[in-house]
Structure formats: C-alpha cells, structure tokens
C-alpha cells in the first residue's frame, strides 16, 4: 500500500510539553506546574452571558467573521489600550483561538520558499505552522542575558532576501519576556526599512507586572499596515475552554486569512462570543484581579528559588519563570525526568520551545499558593538531594 501520509507532517515533531503530563495524570500524589492555563474559574458575570445566550436560542451560525457586537468590542479595546484604530467589517475576524489566528494568519501570507524568522524560546506552533505551509523557519536563539528580548542586531543578522515575516512572541512563552517600547522602537524601523510583515502574538498583553506595560509593534509608524496583531480571552480572562480568539490586521490580508476561516472552521463558538462580548465590556478589574494574583505568585517564585541557589532572571510578563538549572549537571530532559521521577512534580523541560532552551526549565505559576508552596519544597528537596541548595 502507498504511504498515505504528507512527507512535510510526518517530519513535523509532536510537541515537547504534553508526554510529561500523560505521565502525571496517572502518578498518584503528582503535581504539574506545567501546564499554561489559569486555575481560576472564568469569572461568573461571563459565564452567565454563555448561559443566557444559550437560555435565549442564540445557537446558530454567527457570520464567518464573527459577531458584530464583538468585532465592536475588540475595536473599542485596541483603540484604548494600544490607540489603534481598525474597521471591524475589514479588519477584524474572531478565530478559534489565537492558535487559530496564527496558523491561518501563516497559511495566507507564506508562500514555498518564503523565510519566517522565529525568535526562540517560543510557543511550540509557530515553527510547525510554518513547516506546514512549506515556509522556511529561521531561527533567532534569544539570550539570558538580553533578558530573553530580541535585539536589533539579531534580527539584521537574520534577514535575508527571501525574509518575509517576523514572529513577534512577547509577553513571552515559556521565558516571560517582555518588549519595551524602545526596544520595539528599533525592531519596528527595520521591519519598515526591510518591507518585513510581522505577526504579533499578544495573547499575554494583560499580563504584564510593575511598571511595565505592553506596547504592541502595530503602534509605530509604518507597522500597522504590515502587522497581524493575535490575541484572545483564554489567559487574560480564564476562558481557555471557549476557545475563542482574534486577529487585528489591514485587509488586504484578513481577507484571505477569512477565506481560509470560512472553508476550515465557518466560524468560532457562538455561545463563547456572547461572553466575550461581556468579557471586554465589564472584564477589567477580574483582569486586574487575577493579574494581581499571578505577581504575588511570581515574586514568591522568584524569591525561593534564589533562596535555593537557582538562578532566574525577573520575568515581567505572562505568568511563566524561566530558571537555569545548568548548575545540575542534567539536560533539561533529563531534569524533568528525573524532577517527575525523584519527586512527583512536573515541570517543562525547555527544550520544547527550541534547541537554545537548553539548561533550561519552564515552571507556570497559573496555579494555587498552595500547589506553588507545595511543588516549591519539592524542588527544593530535589536540589538538596543533587548536592546544589
């Protein structure tokens, strides 16, 4: 019988993150700290919104682009958080998640042969989204010591004549990274001088701590016209299971990323619209809630694995830590391996967002004080045990 299978898929690797937690759903006592979604419960005003929506009937088809009411809502804030101004007829479509956005954002602008320059560590699709669209990844290896940013230097570095798309992944996944606006003062300019589309991932853009605030690279001049801004409601909101995301975009390129919607998927949840609909009205302060939250877990995080010895640098957005355990003598495979191993507590090696995660691990703090305490003796357990506290 013929091989019935693309020769591009069977070359795309599964992702790094899930074989750990296969391993701990059936370990008794486990725990995981590597999972990247909130343990909060999606705030009750918007589940009641779903709720209602369902109680009235509202379970047909919305159109491909989405609910009005919420195209509205999204324009109203972009325009008050990032003061862009877009059309929401043209240039604003709701996904099924921003994994959604990115692949389908991917599959209307690459062409065969077409580079994608793709800072890493990053989330683990934007380098199979592009393998798959027969686009060539290439590959920028942040540094702990830039803070995991991405400089100027490395991006010129990179560009080539055949660069034709930016991935731009801040507040950033797994390291927590953020982009100040001067740093994304100088990124911007040379994606204008060297006419390079860029697809701005800002699923995080809530989550930022003290003073820093996110900008998105869509506000400088020359970029709207050339960025896809990516966002949604799982992290900022808790709504991960309503899957429900957007993109913001000029129309020359939402227009074909729609066409694309409209084969593969129609359109996105219309029960999950209604209450984000709500989520954007009257959000805000479970937003600043919850945000505040994951600081006090943070710091917690950051000060006892200092405590241990183990170094990290202050991740400011997200709700991620990054901390370098060179210092074990293990691979990053092998640190988790045995972490889950020697003491029941899951943790992501970082290896599994690009090859330069070596000698790394990402530990989330979406979870409880309790399970953080908890999951933070284990390793301290651990470090003791492998002679480095």
Known sequence: MRNPLSDVITEVKPSGIRKFFD??????DAISLGVGEPDFDT????REEGIYSLERGRTYYTSNSGLKELREE???YLERKNNLKYDINHEIMITVGGSEAIDIAMRAMINPGDEVIIP????????????????????????????????????????????????????????????TREDLEEIAKI???KDIFVISDEI???????????VSIAEFDGMRERTIVINGFSKAYAMTGWRLGYAAGPELILSQMLKIHQFCIMCAPTTSQYAAVEALKNGDEDVERMTEQYNMRRRFLLEELKSMGIECFEPLGAFYIFPNIKKF?????????????????????????????????????????????????????????HGVE
């Not at 391993?23 to 008794?28: A, G, L």
């Not at 705030?43 to 918007?46: A, K, Q, V």
């Not at 995080?204 to 996110?214: F, M």
């Not at 703090?365 to 908890?374: G, T």
């Open 23 to 28: 391993i701990v759903s059936e370990m008794k």
């Open 43 to 46: 705030p009750w005003h918007i």
């Open 74 to 76: 999204i324009a109203r």
């Open 120 to 179: 890493q560590p990053s989330y683990v699709s934007y380098l199979p989204c592009v393998q798959l669209t027969h686009g060539v990844p290439v590959i920028i290896n942040l540094k702990e010591e830039d803070e995991f940013r991405l400089t100027a230097d490395e991006l010129r570095a990179a560009i080539t004549d055949k660069t034709k798309i930016l991935v731009m992944p801040f507040p950033n996944n797994p390291t927590g990274a953020i982009m």
């Open 191 to 193: 994606c204008v001088e």
């Open 204 to 214: 995080y853009s809530e989550l930022t701590y003290g003073d820093a605030k996110h």
């Open 329 to 385: 003598g293990m691979t990053s495979e092998e640190f988790a391996t045995n972490l889950l191993k020697e003491q029941k507590l899951a943790v992501v090696p970082g290896t599994a967002f690009g090859d330069c995660g070596e000698g790394f691990i990402r530990i989330s703090y979406a979870y409880s004080m309790e399970q953080l305490k908890v999951a933070l003796e284990r390793i301290r357990a651990f470090a003791k045990d």
